[in-house]
T-cell receptor
Framework: DGGITQSPKYLFRKEGQNVTLSCEQNLNHDAMYWYRQDPGQGLRLIYYSQIVNDFQKGDIAEGYSVSREKKESFPLTVTSAQKNPTAFYLC?????????????FGPGTRLTVT | EDKVVQSPLSLVVHEGDTVTLNCSYEVTNFRSLLWYKQEKKAPTFLFMLTSSGIEKKSGRLSSILDKKELFSILNITATQTGDSAVYLCAVEARGAGSYQLTFGKGTKLSVIP
């Protein structure tokens, strides 16, 4: 059963703590993406990776970090430097970086920082 | 800076009504326009449009792209309560060596019985 999994579904943290959100896909997709969604807003791109061991900043990368050590995995760390970390985080992937395909989304992680 | 604007931002209709959602864009190096449906969780893919004037259809939903006027519409006929969701429009364009999606803020559709 192929797809994208994100864990956990809900995450609560105290301010000042770093937290890592998991994203795994078994679709054999090359490209992976992290988005943030706030209420009443569309999705904003945080980081993306077109290939293993390579990633680029999106529009709102400040306060976040990522790694892409394996094709299947693209974890996102929300650091204490991120001023407003409470949001809904979505991971996505697509088959290839140089052809027209839609992005497939995981179920999301809702992060609350107090 | 790439921009995608959706209208209206919210819409309330009665079951059976027909609705039209709008998406206009300003991007450099356009490649495709996508529509997604989001119901409190992950967006689910509806349509991808790359060519002007060719309607894509799936059941009661249809969509068309106008690359000259830089907009797309999503039509839903005979709406049902299950159509209640946020509909997201996204445009894929070439950035610095890669393709990225820019999303609009979405249209929140509420269908009441």
């Amino acid at each position: 059963d192929g797809g994208i999994t994100q864990s956990p579904k809900y995450l609560f943290r105290k301010e000042g703590q770093n937290v890592t959100l998991s994203c795994e896909q078994n679709l054999n997709h090359d490209a992976m993406y992290w988005y943030r969604q706030d209420p009443g807003q569309g999705l904003r791109l945080i980081y993306y990776s077109q290939i293993v061991n390579d990633f680029q900043k999106g529009d709102i990368a400040e306060g976040y970090s990522v790694s892409r050590e394996k094709k299947e995995s693209f974890p996102l760390t929300v650091t204490s430097a991120q001023k407003n970390p409470t949001a809904f985080y979505l991971c996505a992937s697509r088959p290839a970086r140089d052809r027209v395909y839609e992005q497939y989304f995981g179920p999301g992680t809702r992060l609350t920082v107090t | 800076e790439d921009k995608v604007v959706q209208s209206p931002l919210s819409l309330v209709v009665h079951e059976g009504d027909t609705v039209t959602l709008n998406c206009s864009y300003e991007v450099t190096n356009f490649r495709s326009l996508l529509w997604y449906k989001q119901e409190k969780k992950a967006p689910t893919f509806l349509f991808m449009l790359t060519s002007s004037g060719i309607e894509k259809k799936s059941g009661r939903l249809s969509s068309i792209l106008d690359k000259k006027e830089l907009f797309s519409i999503l039509n839903i006929t005979a709406t049902q309560t299950g159509d209640s969701a946020v509909y997201l429009c996204a445009v894929e364009a070439r950035g610095a060596g890669s393709y990225q999606l820019t999303f609009g803020k979405g249209t929140k559709l509420s269908v009441i019985p």
